[in-house]
């Protein structure tokens, strides 16, 4: 046959499939995420039946999906909103890093990788995913609630961080020099607070140029938006995830509502893929050497992150159980560990090890995430009625 009828055959197959699994997984009541990552985990290298042909678009629907998943978080704020909320969790991300960063860090060394693999491996541990908790609050209802801000906040603090750690990474493991680190962090900076001082002084412009009554002419110029915000971006050492989020903060009043119910379908279909090309480009056989201590940096980190999150959202006066759901949300680990990972393997400087022990643990992390935030609440409300009944 030839390719494109293959490639045609494949990607049909991939999306009935995800079809399916996101069926089963509305009936058992949970996110479809992990159903997603282990289907790409069975067709991936070395998978049941691994899937050729289609590696170029799964690749690109990935980025998209990540760029779809945070342009509709950002649509969910205004740059008011985030600016607040950052000044006020600003600790929290500073606890954060030296909470998250360390068992990753302290794991490197312990295994001989030296300073190199610690300050990977250190990145690896602390940031969350960003597109997994955005489809997680999205499938669970949660994106209005109280505690929400505070874990929006707490996110875009570690997307800033990346904004100052993968320029220094990066520069690290070409071996360039101090004032050639310290340019491209600086790049990265001034990136970032363009975008935003755009976005609250000419919210309204922007919300203006991409609006239009027609919804044909309003998804062409929304999407181009994004894509080319988050292709800038990313070409300025800044996540594009990050750009395309900015982008969703300056999109405000009712352009916003509108363009929520117009892009819902593309973000469920785009992140999909997302969720799925983690799992195809994950051998499992480099999963067993390095399984247990994954599993031990997989309990770690999830007490930390559910630590700083707690804590967190007590400051912002929010109840217990929104502590519990603040945690919980922050546990998933995803895209960008895994590109930490694949920067620092690449340089040749850090034992090929690193790539397996980071993908064993992002899956882990990438499965367990969406499963503690669904159960969180029964959990949660089972030990406060055992401690009420306890103190009757």
């Given at each position: 046959?030839?390719?494109?009828?293959?490639?045609?055959?494949?990607?049909?197959?991939?999306?009935?499939?995800?079809?399916?699994?996101?069926?089963?997984?509305?009936?058992?009541?949970?996110s479809?995420?992990?159903?997603?990552?282990?289907?790409?985990?069975?067709?991936?290298?070395?998978?049941?039946?691994?899937?050729?042909?289609?590696?170029?678009?799964?690749?690109?629907?990935?980025?998209?999906?990540?760029?779809?998943?945070?342009?509709?978080?950002?649509?969910?704020?205004?740059a008011s909103?985030?600016?607040?909320?950052?000044?006020?969790?600003?600790?929290?991300?500073?606890?954060?890093?030296?909470?998250?960063?360390?068992?990753?860090?302290?794991?490197?060394?312990?295994?001989?990788?030296?300073?190199?693999?610690?300050?990977?491996?250190?990145?690896?541990?602390?940031?969350?995913?960003?597109?997994?908790?955005?489809?997680?609050?999205?499938?669970?209802?949660?994106?209005?609630?109280?505690?929400?801000?505070?874990i929006?906040?707490v996110?875009?603090?570690?997307?800033?961080?990346?904004?100052v750690?993968?320029?220094?990474?990066?520069?690290?493991?070409?071996?360039?020099?101090?004032?050639?680190?310290?340019?491209?962090?600086?790049?990265?900076?001034?990136?970032?607070?363009?975008v935003?001082?755009?976005?609250?002084?000419?919210?309204?412009?922007?919300?203006?140029?991409?609006?239009?009554?027609?919804?044909?002419?309003?998804?062409?110029?929304?999407?181009?938006?994004?894509?080319?915000?988050?292709?800038?971006?990313?070409?300025?050492?800044?996540?594009?995830a990050?750009?395309?989020?900015?982008?969703?903060?300056?999109?405000?009043?009712?352009?916003?509502?509108?363009?929520?119910?117009?892009?819902?379908?593309?973000?469920?279909?785009?992140?999909?893929?997302?969720?799925?090309?983690?799992?195809?480009?994950?051998?499992?056989?480099?999963?067993?050497?390095?399984?247990?201590?994954?599993?031990?940096?997989?309990?770690?980190?999830?007490?930390?992150?559910?630590?700083?999150?707690?804590?967190?959202?007590r400051?912002?006066?929010?109840?217990?159980?929104?502590?519990?759901?603040?945690?919980?949300?922050?546990?998933?680990?995803?895209?960008?560990?895994?590109?930490?990972?694949?920067?620092?393997?690449?340089?040749?400087?850090?034992?090929?090890?690193?790539?397996?022990?980071?993908?064993?643990?992002?899956?882990?992390?990438?499965?367990?995430?969406?499963?503690?935030?669904?159960?969180?609440?029964?959990?949660?409300?089972f030990?406060?009625?055992?401690?009420?009944?306890?103190?009757?």
């Amino acid at each position: 046959m030839h390719d494109t009828t293959i490639a045609l055959i494949q990607l049909g197959a991939v999306f009935f499939g995800l079809g399916l699994l996101g069926r089963l997984a509305w009936r058992f009541g949970i996110s479809p995420i992990p159903l997603y990552l282990v289907g790409g985990l069975a067709f991936g290298s070395g998978g049941l039946i691994p899937l050729h042909g289609i590696e170029e678009f799964a690749h690109l629907a990935s980025e998209i999906g990540v760029v779809l998943l945070l342009l509709l978080l950002g649509l969910e704020y205004s740059a008011s909103e985030l600016t607040t909320g950052l000044k006020k969790s600003w600790m929290a991300g500073v606890l954060d890093i030296v909470l998250n960063a360390a068992p990753g860090a302290i794991v490197a060394l312990l295994l001989g990788w030296g300073p190199v693999g610690a300050l990977a491996m250190a990145g690896v541990t602390y940031i969350s995913s960003s597109g997994i908790i955005a489809k997680v609050l999205g499938d669970l209802g949660r994106l209005g609630n109280r505690e929400t801000p505070v874990i929006l906040s707490v996110l875009v603090f570690e997307d800033l961080a990346m904004a100052v750690y993968l320029p220094v990474l990066t520069a690290v493991l070409a071996g360039v020099s101090f004032l050639g680190g310290l340019t491209s962090v600086g790049i990265s900076l001034l990136a970032i607070t363009v975008v935003l001082v755009v976005a609250l002084k000419y919210g309204r412009v922007i919300s203006a140029i991409v609006d239009s009554p027609d919804h044909e002419v309003f998804l062409l110029k929304l999407l181009g938006s994004a894509l080319l915000v988050a292709g800038i971006a990313s070409e300025l050492q800044v996540s594009a995830a990050v750009g395309a989020f900015l982008l969703g903060i300056a999109i405000s009043g009712s352009t916003a509502e509108n363009a929520t119910r117009l892009l819902e379908p593309l973000r469920d279909l785009f992140a999909a893929m997302f969720f799925v090309v983690f799992g195809l480009n994950t051998d499992p056989r480099t999963i067993p050497p390095v399984l247990g201590m994954a599993v031990l940096l997989a309990v770690i980190t999830t007490l930390t992150k559910v630590a700083t999150g707690w804590w967190a959202a007590r400051r912002q006066g929010i109840g217990k159980m929104g502590r519990a759901r603040t945690g919980a949300a922050l546990v998933a680990r995803g895209e960008f560990s895994i590109v930490i990972a694949g920067l620092a393997v690449a340089s040749g400087h850090v034992s090929e090890q690193l790539a397996a022990l980071a993908t064993a643990y992002v899956l882990l992390m990438a499965i367990i995430g969406p499963i503690a935030a669904r159960y969180v609440e029964p959990v949660g409300e089972f030990f406060l009625r055992r401690k009420e009944a306890a103190a009757q």
